[in-house]
């Protein structure tokens, strides 16, 4: 006679064959759905499409589609990535420290340690520029501006609690300036958009987006807030050579709902390191002149745990919000 718990047994064990099918399938004729939580044209987005066609190469039978949904500074994409179904057909592109800096301040539909996360691939510092025209030359011109007329400055980030707002918090903090007035923007194409026409005086945004229209002269870059000049942009000064101690990025990678079936997170992770070690792809990244940082599964998650960690002590320090 089957008892309540042979009954369970019972049923798990028929319903073994049936999941172990599906994840031996995936990922199938089904495409696999990569949402990126900003407009074309911005930094995750190139990175997303530049480096999911490799990711296909060495998965075999895959199919990404990659799928923009702006929103709340990339909260509105994180929600949508985070509540998919584990199934594997799911997956989102994100930016890190925005990802953990949105819950520290506001109510958000996930939690961010709680992804899968999969694997990153460029971590980009982060650049104060503004409009070739501008009288502003240097951080300490811009500090000095902000001084002279305080609350009068204005400055675009690509969102609240996104790694360009948090630097500019931390130089404010650190230069003992009133905050200038912020204007966040969806996404960085929109920002550098209103840079170029005069709409707004100063943007905050990362190193590799500006690279481009700073070589054409568009803009002015005041200083890297990096450790050292990276050489893509070796005549631009670091924040702590101009007297600023303070530095600051934006990482970008790829992660997926909690949950995924451990079979095909091994897949995931296989085709990443793949595509890691493909000179293809290494190739196609110098061009696009990508600051890499490639990390995989495990160490990705343990940076992003790190970057939690620093978040939650800012915001402590000194609280921001809408």
Do not use: C
Not at 4 to 23: D, E, K, M, N, T
Not at 229 to 238: I, L, N, Q
Not at 292 to 299: D, S, T
Not at 306 to 322: H, K, M, N, S, Y
Request: net charge neutral; charged share 20%; hydrophobic share 45%.
């Amino acid at each position: 006679m089957l008892t309540r718990r042979g009954l369970a047994a019972a049923s798990a064990l028929l319903a073994a064959p049936a999941v172990l099918r599906a994840q031996t399938a995936w990922p199938g004729e089904k495409p696999i759905e990569v949402i990126v939580p900003y407009p074309p044209g911005g930094g995750v987005d190139v990175m997303t499409r530049l480096t999911l066609p490799f990711v296909a190469k060495h998965l075999s039978g895959a199919r990404f589609v990659v799928a923009n949904r702006a929103g709340a500074g990339g909260q509105v994409g994180f929600e949508v990535a985070f509540n998919a179904a584990p199934d594997g057909y799911t997956l989102g592109a994100v930016a890190v420290p925005a990802l953990n800096s949105f819950p520290v301040e506001r109510q958000v539909r996930y939690r961010p340690m709680d992804f899968t996360f999969l694997a990153n691939v460029v971590y980009d510092p982060n650049t104060i520029f503004v409009g070739r025209d501008s009288p502003l030359r240097s951080l300490k011109d811009l500090v000095d501006a902000a001084k002279a007329k305080p609350g009068e400055l204005h400055y675009g980030t690509t969102g609240i609690g996104s790694d360009d707002h948090i630097l500019m918090l931390g130089l404010e903090d650190l230069a003992r300036v009133e905050p200038m007035v912020h204007v966040p923007f969806q996404g960085f194409a929109p920002m550098l958009s209103n840079v170029l026409g005069g709409h707004i005086q100063v943007a905050v945004g990362n190193v590799s987006e500006i690279l481009a229209a700073m070589r054409d002269g568009r803009v002015h870059s005041l200083g890297q807030a990096a450790g050292e000049r990276w050489s893509e942009a070796a005549g631009v000064p670091t924040f702590r050579e101009q007297g600023f101690d303070i530095a600051g990025g934006s990482s970008r990678g790829i992660v997926g709902p909690p949950g995924i079936a451990a079979p095909i997170v091994r897949r995931l992770e296989e085709a990443f390191r793949a595509t890691f070690a493909d000179a293809e792809f290494m190739r196609d990244a110098a061009r696009a002149t990508l600051p890499l940082r490639l990390l995989v599964g495990a160490e990705y998650r343990a940076m992003i745990a790190d970057t939690d960690q620093a978040v939650r002590e800012l915001f402590r320090q000194r609280p921001w919000g809408r």
